[in-house]
């Protein structure tokens, strides 16, 4: 088990850029397939982003392709999530998540994923 801590959440106006933090403990982050994905009230949880164990491969789904950009920073066993040009319907929790190094986790299959941050909440105001 690693423990994931998500920071960096907030309210910004529609086309504003925020940043997202994922720091890990005990665990080097590296053995991992990193995720991020979120839930608005409602909703399922959704994939967002998620990066390989080296950081060279990365998936999007289409709702967040070239607005969000997914990078890790191995040394520092964290993950950062840049999301820009943010929308009012990118309004939701945000939520960290390690996996093992599998295809479907990278693919973005959050039922891979067993270690879970908090969540850090996201406002786009229109």
């Known amino acids: 088990q690693v423990q994931l801590v998500e920071s960096g959440g907030g309210l910004v106006q529609a086309g504003g850029s925020l940043r997202l933090f994922c720091a890990a403990s005990?665990?080097?982050?590296?053995?991992?397939?990193m995720g991020w994905f979120r839930q608005a009230p409602g909703k399922e949880r959704e994939f967002v982003a998620a990066i390989s164990r080296s950081g060279e491969t990365t998936y999007y789904p289409d709702s967040v392709k070239g607005r969000f950009t997914i990078a890790r920073d191995n040394a520092n066993n964290t993950v950062y999530l840049q999301m820009n040009s943010l929308k009012p319907e990118d309004t939701a929790v945000y939520y960290c998540a390690a996996s093992r190094p599998t295809w479907t986790a990278l693919r973005g299959s959050r039922y891979e994923y067993d270690n879970w941050g908090q969540g850090t909440q996201v406002t786009v105001s229109s």
């Open positions: 005990q665990r080097t982050l590296s053995n991992y397939v």
